[in-house]
């Protein structure tokens, strides 16, 4: 068994012992939009989105009182690029990405923002 699979089953172990510290989170893939100029009309592209278990490490108020962050913790495993998506939504609520994201090449540290 190779370091990487036991540091990935290692990975799933552990978010599945955390109950229900972990929690369900959809990531949204950004949608792609290209132009036909035979209709002069904007079509939209496909859109697949992603089911995730994540750990929220930190919850801060930003500074304008109305926006809210969080830190989330998911493994980046079945995930080809963390690019193509643009928010999660958690709790029926739409976050979006804030454009650090921290890969480790086995699970990734984001940080969401949410206005309102």
Not at 10 to 20: E, G, I, P, T, V
């Amino acid at each position: 068994m190779s370091y990487t699979s036991l540091i990935d089953s290692s990975l799933s172990l552990a978010f599945n012992q955390l109950k229900d510290l972990a929690k369900d989170m959809l990531l949204v893939r950004k949608t792609d939009k290209s132009f036909d100029f035979s209709t002069i009309a904007m079509s939209k592209g496909k859109t697949a989105n992603h089911d995730i278990k994540a750990v929220i490490l930190d919850t801060k108020k930003g500074a304008n009182r109305n926006t809210k962050r969080r830190q989330i913790l998911f493994k980046s495993r079945n995930i080809d690029d963390i690019t193509v998506y643009d928010s999660v939504i958690y709790n029926d609520e739409t976050w979006k990405f804030n454009p650090l994201i921290v890969d480790s090449g086995f699970t990734y540290l984001a940080e969401i923002l949410k206005e309102g």
